[in-house]
């Protein structure tokens, strides 16, 4: 009879009158509900008051903007580093803190387009920013902006980074590693100059203890000047490696400023390898100082020596580049434009990536001992960057390497390509006042610009200068040094050109940064001319100033 | 058999209810008050098609209230549609299920509201007292006469993988508020009328000799055994009649009231058996199965037949329980042919053969526990065997 045991207890069901049968009152759970749903809104309120907090207790500052750059919400350190108070901000956007000074619309189409890079991930990029309130007190921070949601709304969020002070001390340490640097190369300076001094003064004593062979004397003389022009090179190296040496841009064909270092260097890389030389058929012009090409030719050519086997080839090109934006996305430090290419490669050893990745720091060499200074490739990345050029490294260990080196393409055809005139080392017959007080320097000048058929009145102090000029001397061009004890050349300049309107005057230095800022020299019918210098820089240098109307 | 009144104790459910013409129309009012803002509106498409879903929803909206109608339930609403109707609900995030038609209307919108509160399937709640959590507020407007869900504390669902009804017995699904309107019955076919009258008959047969019935069901249920006996055919005949009908969903109400009270027994065991086997009409089938459980139960209620047959007109005066009894069952099966019910289960489609299988599933039926005679599986197949 189970069915009839099962029924009895479903009539009592049914009837009703069982515990879970009987009405029940939700209220207190509802109740409980409602005290639970409080507890969890005042801790709500508790933890956005905490996360209020630390938005607040950072140093950095943060902004919250939507697409259009309107601030959504800030951090008091936002306040601080901009000077205004929580009310104010809504009122600005991003463009009122961004300092503009090419303008609004350029500075809001930068803005765009950092805000149409792609990706979840934040992305760092440093900003001129300003105060609005005081716009032109501007400084430099670090952005790093993400994308986020904030309330319904799709939103950046930016944390700026005050970086004026970074900034500043960096510049110090760069200066600090430099004067490190120089240090450090005073020692390998000194030791290749007292090689050469050596090589010149054992030459010199030969030549006056022997009796005067004229078959010989020439080759004499050569040997001391290729020891000569070495230190030279070292000391221009230097010079460019500090960034000190100042730079005389003509606007040029780089196939004849190619052209004529190849030949020389030629002799330098040695019989052994094959030198090729492939300029390119309407190559764009560019705006150079025919010096600084030496330079880099030179410490690619022989980086390429040094990497060359018997047999080997090294091949010199130039071409063409247009580089567009895939292609500046993938060299960090190329920039979209029109650009004229060296390039210099070997069919040497080649690198490893990871000594590629290091070639242009200051002192790496791969070199021995005494045959490099790791300076050479420093020295030409710095004057690529100087004339807003990249370089590119290709390498293959075991096949070979490829140096490219691309400069700016300058626009302006109109200007003659000024180079091509130089070649020849111009003569004169005008008088020429030349003031030195190094005496062996101020022979040298006398005899190169003698032989040229000027006249000189050679003189070792600028006071002497003076008197004889005072004295009824009469000269068509004043060739001064620089730096001189008792009165410089600039004051020289001064004095004589006040009795003497449309004086012309060229300035002779060794190291004349620290000495005088050469955009500060008199223009107007004055030259300059760095030492050492060549006979030829000389003479055309003489000339040019000569020939300005 | 005479109950021992006041020995045991008894509860009497029912909800709040407007009963009159035009009861219908105090849908929006209480939709409101209820605090619904998103209704849910369950009919099947016959009503709609009557134009009684459409007015409520027209009233619900002009109140300002969201609305969803939700058309998918079919004559004995089967489980699939609750689940449907239930993730409707919970999709259009509404707050207040209003049901409008006949009992498989409301039976579907009772399990919609069950499920929208406490997940898992509808099945999972079969039984009594299985209901944990209550459901959203149901306000229930009837279209038929006779089948009471809009009072009750039961829910009818098609188990369509099993092929049988289940019955959902809980306080949980005595609906809210219940506004039943007579003007309804009136889009009702002769044969519907007939049907749902038959239907809320066993409704009060079945609860009047139910072995869990009450003083105060007993009024009710003989009061619309007298309602029903005295107005059904002139009902049938007479659709336009809103007298005729105020008086059956009277009745209607008043079986509601008892059975959802003392339950009810074996001719619904049987019904609901039959109904999720065939998918046929309630009403018909409890019509065909009354007049053999009747026979049955005689024995074990013989006085209570005879109010019974007091209460429906029959000349009883001076018969024996034996002859009281077959006047009884050919009173019931007189109601039935004059009210245009013909045949036997036989003509329904149902088999010799289908009769172990069905009686297999009615036995497990709680309206069993109720039946003045406790009923072996046996005893049911016996009675279906009659029935055809």
């Known amino acids: 009879m189970r069915r009839k045991q099962d029924w009895s207890e479903m009539r009592e069901g049914i009837i009703g009158l069982g515990e879970e049968s009987s009405r029940r009152s939700f209220y207190p759970e509802l109740m409980d509900r409602l005290a639970e749903l409080e507890r969890a809104q005042a801790e709500i309120t508790r933890s956005q008051e905490n996360l209020w907090t630390v938005f607040n207790s950072m140093s950095d500052a943060m902004i919250i903007h939507d697409l259009e750059g309107r601030i959504l919400e800030v951090n008091d350190a936002m306040l601080a580093m901009f000077g205004l108070v929580r009310g104010m901000c809504r009122n600005y956007t991003v463009l009122d803190l961004t300092a503009a000074p090419e303008g609004r619309e350029a500075t809001w189409a930068r803005l765009a387009e950092l805000w149409s890079r792609p990706g979840d991930s934040a992305n760092t990029s440093e900003w001129k920013v300003r105060r609005p309130l005081a716009p032109e007190e501007t400084f430099e921070v670090e952005v790093s902006l993400r994308r986020g949601r904030w309330y319904e709304q799709e939103v950046f969020i930016a944390v700026l980074r005050d970086i004026s002070e970074r900034k500043r001390l960096e510049a110090r340490l760069n200066e600090t590693q430099k004067l490190e640097a120089m240090g450090q190369l005073a020692g390998g300076i000194a030791h290749d100059t007292n090689n050469m001094l050596a090589v010149i003064l054992g030459w010199v004593d030969l030549l006056l203890e022997t009796p005067f062979d004229p078959g010989e004397f020439p080759s004499h003389l050569n040997r001391i000047r290729k020891a000569a022009l070495n230190s030279t090179e070292l000391i221009r190296q230097l010079l460019a490696f500090a960034r000190r040496q100042p730079i005389q841009p003509v606007v040029a064909d780089l196939n004849l400023l190619v052209d004529g270092t190849q030949r020389m260097l030629g002799r330098l890389i040695g019989e052994q390898y094959a030198l090729r030389w492939r300029p390119a058929q309407g190559l764009w012009p560019v705006r150079m100082d025919p010096t600084q090409v030496d330079q880099i030719l030179t410490n690619l050519l022989l980086n390429a020596r040094d990497a060359v086997r018997p047999g080997d080839t090294i091949t010199i090109e130039t071409a063409n580049l247009s580089v567009d934006a895939v292609y500046a996305q993938a060299h960090p430090d190329a920039a979209e434009g029109d650009y004229t290419v060296l390039v210099v490669s070997d069919t040497g050893q080649g690198m490893p990536p990871e000594v590629v990745e290091k070639i242009f720091e200051p002192f790496f060499t791969t070199k021995a001992m005494g045959r490099g200074t790791g300076l050479g490739l420093a020295t030409v990345y710095g004057i690529v960057r100087q004339n807003h050029g990249f370089i590119t490294v290709y390498s293959v260990p075991g096949k070979g390497t490829s140096f490219r080196v691309h400069f700016p393409r300058f626009l302006d055809e109109g200007a003659a390509t000024e180079a091509a005139a130089e070649a020849r080392a111009p003569v004169g017959t005008e008088t020429i006042l030349l003031v030195e007080d190094e005496e062996s320097l101020l022979e040298l000048g006398r005899n190169l610009l003698e032989s040229a058929g000027y006249r000189v009145a050679p003189m070792a102090h600028p006071l002497e200068a003076l008197r004889w000029a005072e004295e009824g001397g009469h000269f068509d061009l004043l060739a001064t040094d620089l730096v001189m004890p008792g009165m410089n050349g600039r004051e020289l300049h001064d004095k004589l050109s006040a009795k003497r309107p449309g004086l012309k005057t060229l300035f002779l230095s060794g190291y004349p940064a620290g000495a005088i800022d050469l955009d500060r020299l008199p223009g107007e019918g004055c030259g300059f001319l760095q030492k050492p210098f060549t006979r030829t820089g000389l003479l055309q240098a003489v000339r040019r100033v000569l020939d300005r109307a | ?388």
């Open chain 2, 1 to 388: 058999m005479e109950s021992p009144a006041l020995e045991e104790l008894r509860k009497f459910v029912a909800p709040e209810f407007i009963f009159g013409r035009d009861a219908r129309k105090l849908v929006a009012r209480y939709a409101r008050k209820l605090g619904g803002k998103r209704i849910f509106l369950v009919s099947d498409p016959g009503v709609h098609a009557a134009g009684w879903a459409q007015e409520a929803l027209d009233l619900l909206v002009a109140e300002g209230l969201i609305v969803t109608l939700f058309l998918g339930v079919s004559p004995n609403p089967r489980d699939g549609e609750v689940m449907e109707g239930a993730a409707a609900f919970r999709e259009s995030g509404s707050d207040l299920v209003v049901a409008v038609g006949g009992g498989s209307a409301m039976d579907c919108a009772k399990g919609i509201g069950i499920v929208a509160q406490n997940r898992g399937s509808i099945l999972d709640y079969e039984g009594v007292d299985q209901v944990p959590e209550p459901m959203p507020p149901l306000i229930c407007i009837p279209t038929t006469g006779g089948t009471s869900a809009d009072v009750s504390q039961f829910a009818i669902i098609n188990n369509t993988s099993e092929k049988v009804k289940i019955a959902i017995i809980s306080k949980a699904v005595v609906p809210d508020v219940a506004l039943i309107d007579p003007c309804t019955l009136v889009t009702m076919s002769p044969y519907l009328t007939a049907c749902t009258g038959i239907d809320a008959l066993v409704h009060a047969i079945e609860a009047f000799v139910s072995n869990a019935q009450s003083p105060i069901t007993d009024l009710h249920a003989l009061e619309a055994i007298r309602l029903i006996s005295d107005n059904l055919r002139a009902s049938v005949a007479a659709p336009g009649d809103l007298e005729l009908r105020g008086r059956i969903m009277l009745a209607s109400l008043q079986a509601g009231l008892a059975f959802s009270n003392a339950s009810l027994g074996c001719v619904h065991a049987m019904a609901h058996s039959l109904g999720g086997f065939l998918d046929l009409p309630h009403g018909e089938c409890n019509a065909l199965i009354l007049p053999h459980v009747m026979a049955y139960n005689l024995p074990a209620a013989g006085d209570r037949f005879r109010r019974i047959g007091e209460a429906m007109g029959l000349p009883l005066d001076g018969l024996g329980e034996k002859n009281c009894g077959r006047a009884l069952v050919d009173g019931v099966l007189e109601l039935r042919r004059s009210c245009g019910i013909h045949g036997g289960l036989g003509d329904r489609g149902v088999k010799a053969a289908d009769l172990p299988g069905l009686a297999e599933k009615a036995i497990e039926d709680p309206c069993n526990a109720t039946n003045p005679r406790p009923p072996t599986r046996g005893d049911l197949e016996a009675l279906y065997a009659e029935a055809l």
